[in-house]
């Protein structure tokens, strides 16, 4: 199993922009899909964006779509989640998430989780 640890969390007014990272350690970053999810008070959480092994495949819940961008460097073991156009519905934990593939991820099938790191939008 990789370990994860999420940073880049913090508090932004509304229609800023934040960029989220995501360090693995302990495994072979490069043969895992990535992934981002969040989950806000009192709600459910909930898929925002995956990214293949190589980085040539994404996916992004309709929410967030157009608005965050998944990327990963393989030789920094690192997934970034760059977002923009920050709204106060963004607000939420963030987590990471690792697994066999981005089908496996957008489907919660996953390896390993992070531990999580708050953003929160100002309106």
């Known amino acids: 199993q990789v370990h994860l640890v999420e940073s880049g969390g913090g508090l932004v007014q509304a229609g800023g922009s934040l960029r989220l990272s995501c360090a693995a350690s302990?495994?072979?970053?490069?043969?895992?899909?990535m992934g981002w999810f969040r989950q806000a008070p009192g709600k459910e959480r909930e898929f925002v964006a995956t990214i293949s092994y190589n980085g040539a495949n994404t996916y992004y819940s309709d929410s967030v779509k157009g608005r965050f961008t998944i990327s990963r460097d393989n030789a920094k073991n690192t997934v970034y989640l760059q977002m923009n156009s920050l709204k106060p519905e963004d607000t939420a934990v963030y987590y990471c998430?690792?697994?066999?593939?981005?089908?496996?991820?957008?489907?919660?099938?996953?390896?390993?989780w992070g531990q999580g790191t708050q953003v929160t939008v100002s309106s």
């Open positions: 302990g495994g072979t970053f490069s043969s895992y899909a």
């Open positions: 998430a690792s697994g066999s593939s981005s089908t496996a991820v957008r489907t919660e099938r996953v390896g390993s």
